[in-house]
């Protein structure tokens, strides 16, 4: 193998499995220690400046950091990150003083259709530059989806009023209740870029028999939330089925429970476990005794003179074709079915843009999506630019911020007269934590502890009011127990072969046999020869060569503690434990084309 | 040292031996000895063939002496028996045990100060007598406690740290041990494993006194230009003559081997050692001549390493005094008193 170049941005980046993960790639092990020491503002504003909305996001995050953790591949769960960045926002102080000042206004003017996650991100990145950025949104307060389709319980007014208040205090002008209905008209306005955030706000039709005329007791979910969150919907029948298995079918069925369903079903086509719904939120609703049933698919809504009595369901089988492709096919059982007084459908959202003018230069695909490029999130037309569930369909939150910032720095680049394809490395920051001769500065003793469970509120309570948040969140002490769990995973351990006198010490430190000492192979064949032979090829092989003997120095990232012992017990400091942060690049980074940063 | 413990996290995908142990189950407490001592290497070695024989922790009893080598045990197999011993008396502690309870694995792990100096009696009588032990020296030539004195395995003409010479000769351990009558005799290098670890576990199968020298640079005193106990020089200067697989159970060598080049030497217990010649001419069953070649090495600057001498049917000490089969602490009243007629017996032949 060709010996690794450790001063490539991304070598060191994917060793910290979480932030990678991430769309918005925050810093997490980072954040994790300053949590650790109680410096939760400084905590916050870090993921801030990545993510955006961190109590929003500490509540409501699809996580794909978590999969990821390495230390799920050491223990049996993830480190709790995605409920750690909530504990930066519950303890932190104001911070409002810590928000930037936007600059003097450029005289650029961005017009972003859309209140939610993606338009707010661009907003945030581009008022402090000076650009005056209106925001349009047909709801009344800013925060789209998040205000809108996210239960209360879930997510309360509080943390979103505050956290888009962060943004609309820079300058913002938020114009609410105002709904853009010509893009046309728009671009006629003059505005020197305009971002499309406008979500996917459609729900998904099931056109069954009986749809039609049972129409008063069937409920699209998502506009049904919508109905519940502003106060429009107080209640619901007794008996409740929810149809689809993603996450808004999770919303739906507690948000029933909460509003008289007092027997709530939820019935999915696919298998329990190929649901779409994360894991946790099926948990939550199954403690919320809401059973969930596989499957079953919908064949016709049962009515008596328009007035839903239940819903008919086939019963079906999961069978594998030669290619390992799913079918569902008819299981032989007799269709069954449930009686009910109010069905909810969430089988999917939908992009809508009849307010898009197919004559405004904006190209669409045959599935009637706008073209937008997935890099720079321009479109067709120079002066448009799509993020979030517009851009490319359904996703979370997480990713409407990543697309913000990427489409923020297009419209950065293109209105400062520079070429949006050229997208500037990120910079990268790597220094020695060594602070004695086995004393680092971080906390490198590996906590063996198990993942602490988030308390949640009495069932009894909280399924009285719909406005009262289920999950309490961390208190500081089981924030330090969960905090401590992390592997600081961007501590990273770098190997100086020049040094290294092939006494064997790291070798025989390493609880995780992680580190050999070899002939030189082509990687197939390395990965065998390892003290612990790695399977894994999404996890690199770090490999040093230089050595006296001519052996090369191979590192398995894969299961490593990042708990210096290997550092400790090198006589000659060959190896050492450096931390690893990369910035973002974001729109206004302080210069305009970074050079690649050397680790 | 180290303050923080090893993390009790392993590898996932860790093997496990025949009795569902992995390597982690025979470590024992974290090493205080300094960053880089080759005597972790060995520590790590011991591990590693403890696991490798599937040996039942509790069947070891580790002894050892004074010294950075006698605190390693305190390092591996953290659930044997252990007796850590005067300067220089790990020979009859473990000779002393050994003949109380022969169903244990005695391995004595000593060093050159505690074995040629102060100990160099009782590690010649130890060796004389044929006990069935495992018998380690780490040998790094200077008294690294005391802060890097040369010891008495110190080659003359080395130079310590400050640069002075050494004017004395050498005592070779291995040399000794062959005249004496060691039946297994190997020297090795704690920076070569795949060397180490073999001769280890053949060494624990092996019946009789078997000792192995072990070369284990110190970092602090002894890894400089000038010394010959550093990794460089032995790297240098190394010259195997056999590499070694230990073969446990009945079944059939797999491995292939050219014509010529291995020698296998079956031990009492079955165990198989197959030794790749790396000089053609070697004779591991050649006491005389393994004395002669070690000599002529030596005075070429030559550190002669593997296993050097083997006699697969060595008896030891038990065999020679015709001791009771049992260990003591299983003896009953009635096996240790034969009873008035017996005693009648006796008196009468004497009469």
Redesign the interface.
Known sequence: MKPTDISAPDYFHKVVDCQWACPAHTPVPEYIRLIAEGRYSDAYMINWQSNVFPGILGRTCDRPCEPACRRGRVEETPVAICRLKRVAADFKDDVKHRMPKPLAKNGKRIALVGGGPASLAVARDLAPLGYHCTVFDSDPKAGGMMRSQIPKFRLPDTVIDEETGYILNLGVEFKGGHRVDSLKKLLGENYDAIFIGSGAPRGRELDLPGRKEATANVHIGIEWLASVSFGHVEKIGRRVIVLGGGNTAMDCCRTARRLGGEDVKVIVRSGFEEMKASPWEKEDALHEDIPILNYMVPIAFKHVNGKLIGVTFQKVKAEYDAKGRRNLVPSGEPDQTIPCDDVLVAVGQENAFPWIERDCGIEFDKWNMPQVDPKTFASTNPKVFFGGDAAFGPKNIIWAVAHGHDAALSIHKMLSGEDINERPLPEVHVSSQKMGIHEWSYDNDVSGDKRYKVPHRDKVIALKDIKTEVELGYDVKLALGEAQRCLNCDVQTVFSAPACIECDACVDICPMDCITFTENGEEEDLRQRLKAPSPHHDQALYVAEGLKTGRVMVKDEDVCLHCGLCAERCPTGAWDMQKYLIDMTLAGSTCQTKARSAA | ??????????????KKNELGYTH?DYEGK??TL?????H??I??SIIEACYELSIEPHRVAKISGIGCSSKTPDYFLGNSHGFNSVHGRMPSVLTGANLANRDLIYLGVSGDGDSASIGFGQFAHSIRRGVNMTYIVENNGVYGLTKGQFSATADRGSKSKKGVMNTDNAIDLVAIALQLGASFVARSF??D?SQLVPLIAAAIRHKGAAFIDVIS?C?AFN?HAGSTKS??YV?EHNDAVNRLDVLTGRDPITVEYAPGTVQVVEQHDGTRLALRKIDADYDANDRLAAMTFLQKHAAKGQVVTGLLYVDPDAEDLHAHLETVETPLNKLEAKDLCPGSAALEKINASLR
């Not at chain 2, 180290?2 to 995908?13: D, E, L, Q, R, V």
């Not at chain 2, 300094?34 to 080759?38: E, F, K, R, V």
């Open positions: 040292m180290t303050y923080i413990a090893k993390p009790k996290f392993h590898h996932p995908g860790l982690r974290i090493s300094c960053a880089g001592c080759g972790d290497s520590t790590a704690s920076g494993k640079p970092i890894n990794f460089d790297r």
